[in-house]
């Protein structure tokens, strides 16, 4: 899933995006309202983390223009300004939840998964065959067995089962696991996928992350009827 930051103080800026990607977010930082614009006009997010003190307009502005969009996110202010008015306002004007400054991060954190969990209409558990990943515990299992995943590791599984039988491209990946653009030649994501399937895909027999030729990779249970032998005509029942 990605966010986007909007605070232009660097110092809280950068401990944001390191603690929500340390959580397996994809972040993107905008120091102002005018690059906070711009960037939920090109991209698609799903949580605005927003400051309403920005040095070029006010973070209710940059509000009033999320909501403007048919299908915009969820929007979590977090501000110094605690007065009631202030809170007040910014939830009448759309705002999903406000949390003053200071703030612990865990708090911030859970806040950011309750709106992230309001905001999809996918179940809190996914399965496919007998893989469960529990969004909520951040947990995944095969069968009987506790899978221990990386952060990104956790991330691409999530995105992937979140969109099963869905082929995804490497560039898709990136862009919604990293904070990044993918320039086509790195293989990072060929390295996780290695990594995905040796935890859990290889000491199983049924494959479920399947390589789609010339686009990137899926989840999916195998196509059992494709993997059936064709019977002899002689044999075939009319």
Known sequence: MRILVVEDEKRIADFLCRGLEGAGYAVDAAPTGTDAIENI?????????????????????????????????????LSARGDLDDRVKGLELGADDYLVKPFAFVELLARVRALLRRGQPTPEKLQVADLTLDCI?????????GIDLAPKEFGILE???????RPLSRTMIVEHVWDMDYDGLTNIVDVYIRHLRSKIDDRFPQKLIQTVRGIGYMIEVPDKQAERPVEPASERQV
């Open 137 to 145: 515990r951040r947990k995944v299992t095969r069968g009987a067995d």
């Open 41 to 77: 006009h090109s991209t698609d997010y799903d949580l605005v983390v927003l400051d309403l003190m920005l040095p070029d307009m006010d973070g209710l502005q940059v509000l009033e223009r999320v909501r403007s969009r048919k299908a915009g996110p969820p929007v979590l202010i």
């Open 159 to 165: 995105y992937m089962m979140r969109n099963r039988g």
